[in-house]
């Protein structure tokens, strides 16, 4: 795809030779050549499309290297350079090639059965394939999903693609979305297809693009929510698909919504976060008339110790796809193209401050008409509702709608086969209105239940070998792919987190809900440092188990860092690293120690999460170097 103002590579291929015998025809018959001819590059309109032909010899100028790049993109480029930076691989790769312009060559490489090489790898993520090799020889498959809304038929039709072309399977991911693993190369260009045919978008869903717009799971049928946000994720999301300009940016960028209702959707762990917020004449906000603002946060970035942080700005509802505009044109102009650990959002807001950034957003509001959007205010100007249930995406829960109920069903840390996913879709069609929901804990819901069916509804569940209700440790259970099919993990994370969850369940009864997240390497794609324990893979060397190894030899085995305190919602906080390089064989029972020292401290049947503000973890793990060696109940 071309940007406006741009002719491809091919076109002005023809126009350069078409000028360059146009002089040589005028030559011949002693004419002069036509000002700024092929020889010296020509800028010349046609169809009211402005573009520029540049010489293909001789020094490259800055047009001649982004021949195909938008404008922001290409000047983003130019800038780095002019400052005597050196472009990351990843961004010469887009200047020299358009990812969304990929099929043909995916097509090419299927019908060869192989798999892209160098930075086509990068590229081809463009379309949501990722080459996932040395973990598997094999695609992963990442879709795009607004606000987690599915329907039955697109679960069938995704049953028949794993079956035909993948594992088998499909996997919930944490930002309420979905992948396809194990998918060979000769079947790149079918999955595509087929997902297509579904009306299942890929575009996008990888590389340095804008991921899967995240919204309030329980959205429109939640009684306690301030707003519906699955409608405003859905608009924001075809505003993205259909803008050359959002693509390729210095880095990947998330956004999510809130309504303030029962299920957060981790809206401060995002580069852009909505918060629906009230305004009332009671509390003196003159800017703005009572009723249902956005309160707009940015750069949080986890896995880099970062929550998105309170602008202060409130924005309409209806004014929230201009600011994700606004916000992601001035990222693009300052984003950093020449280092990609510092690439996020939260990067350039460090380097400018939030009052020069907003100052930049203003700039680009204005250029498209858009004035005095933006409104400041102060904290006493608006409430923030804390409705946040930790239970309320497993189990079954009461709509809004009379008579009408919605049941969460629990997955082993998100993962579907095709045989769950054909039966998940008859419980939906069956007893539900054909829509299903996916959440950012890796579970799903199935709403709109008459209450009188729900007896028929959880045994249909179990006869899937599934479940509506979870145990403590199973409820707030997250964990990303591992080892076993991701070449950056540390660890194989699903069938760790599976084995975590069972030891506990095993020693401990608990009323309230602990979140535990396993991550397989610093890309947190399991977000550990917010979970109420946290899990990160690391290599831990350890003595030999070789018995013919010498006294001193050591091996290298599957270990954790283990954070604690970590949380989200109305005070957010990065778990504290509190054990190091913990052999994955001794982390049960680490995990286990932590747990027994929460029951014995804690206050009355004060929750995890508040217990875990105030208590000093470092001291305690100080006084207990070997938590290994802990006595355990039950154990």
Known sequence: MNAPNEFSREQQAYFQGLLLGTDVARKVKNLPVLSGSASQGVNFQLGGIASSVMPSAGGATAASKTTWLPKIHADAQDQFEAAGKTLVAEEKAKREKNGLDMWSEIGERAAKGEFPKGTDIFLTKYHGLFFVAPAQNSFMCRMRLPGGIIQS?????????????????????????????????????????????????????????????????????????????????????????????????PRKFNIAYDGSGRMTSLAETNDISFHAVS??????????????????????????????????????????????DAVLRTFIKHGDRTDRKKARLKYVLDAFGFDKFLSEMEKELTDRKQENILKKVSKEQFTQPQNIDRWAHVGVHRQKQERLCYTGVVLPVGRMT??????????????????????????????????????????????????????????????????????????????????LSAYLESRFEIDSPINIHVTGCHHSCAQHAIGDIGLIATKVEVPSNDVDAEECDTEMVDGYHILLGGTTGEDPRIGSKVFESIAWDECPRVVASVIECYLANRNGSEPFDTFAKTFDWATWAAMNPNPVGIEIGND
């Open 153 to 249: 038929h697109q679960f069938r039709g995704l049953a028949d693609i794993a079956d035909n072309f993948a594992g088998g399977y499909a996997d919930i991911t944490t930002r309420a979305n979905l992948q396809l693993r194990e998918i060979s190369a000769s079947n790149a260009l079918n999955v595509l297809m087929g997902l297509r045919d579904l009306g299942i978008v890929t575009q996008g869903s990888g590389a340095d693009n804008i991921r899967n717009v995240t919204a309030s799971t329980l959205s429109g049928i939640d009684s306690t929510e301030l707003i519906e946000t699955i409608p405003l994720a859905r608009d924001l999301h075809y505003h993205i698909l259909h803008r050359p300009e959002f693509y390729g940016l």
């Open 279 to 324: 305004v009332s004449e009671e509390q003196g906000n003159v800017q703005l008339p009572s009723g249902v603002y956005f309160l707009l946060g940015l750069g949080g970035i986890t896995g880099h110790g970062d929550f998105a942080r309170s602008t202060g700005v409130l924005v309409r509802p209806s004014d929230t796809l201009a600011v994700c």
């Open 418 to 499: 095709s045989l769950q996913l054909r039966g998940l879709a008859e419980i939906a069609d069956t007893y539900g209105t054909g829509e299903i929901r996916l959440t950012v804990w890796q579970n799903l819901l199935i709403p709109h239940i008459e209450e009188s069916n729900l007896p028929d509804v959880c045994q249909a569940i179990g006869d899937l070998g599934l479940t509506v209700e979870a145990s403590t440790f199973r409820a707030g259970l997250v964990a990303c792919t591992g080892s076993a099919g991701c070449k950056f993990a540390g660890a194989d994370t699903k069938a760790n987190a599976m084995e």
